[in-house]
């Protein structure tokens, strides 16, 4: 189970921090996503993290802005986004995959969260 938490309403150029906590065991052994969409929008991937925290993937859209890090002895991964825009503003997943590697798309992640809403004013 995945519990994401940290979303709300800030203003263009503010910062939020998201955090995805995870029941069970070996936390170590699910590479992690989060996901993000708008309305009207498909679900896209903004950034994902490896089992051990060594790989880790960011949409063009997100680079350099937005931090993707996990702490596996707190079964959390966490989403820092920095510099937010209007652009950014979406319902907020994370996603767990059974095996360690990232992966970008959203078919290789099998346990959802309910997302957290996220809001950027400009």
């Known amino acids: 189970q995945l519990q994401a938490s940290g979303g709300g309403l800030v203003q263009s150029g503010g910062s939020l921090r998201l955090s995805c906590a995870a029941s069970?065991?070996?936390?170590?052994?699910?590479?992690m996503g989060w996901f993000r969409q708008a309305p009207g929008k498909e679900r896209e991937s903004v950034s994902t993290i490896s089992g051990i925290g060594g790989n880790t993937y960011y949409a063009d859209s997100v680079k350099g802005r937005f931090t993707i890090f996990r702490d596996n002895a707190k079964n959390t991964v966490y989403l820092q986004m920095n510099s937010l825009e209007a652009d950014d503003t979406a319902i907020y997943y994370c996603?767990?995959?059974?095996?360690?590697?990232?992966?970008?798309?959203?078919?290789?992640?099998?346990?959802w969260g309910r997302g957290t809403q996220v809001t950027v004013s400009s």
């Open positions: 996603a767990a995959r059974p095996f360690t590697s990232i992966a970008t798309t959203r078919a290789y992640y099998t346990y």
């Open positions: 069970g065991r070996s936390f170590s052994d699910n590479g």
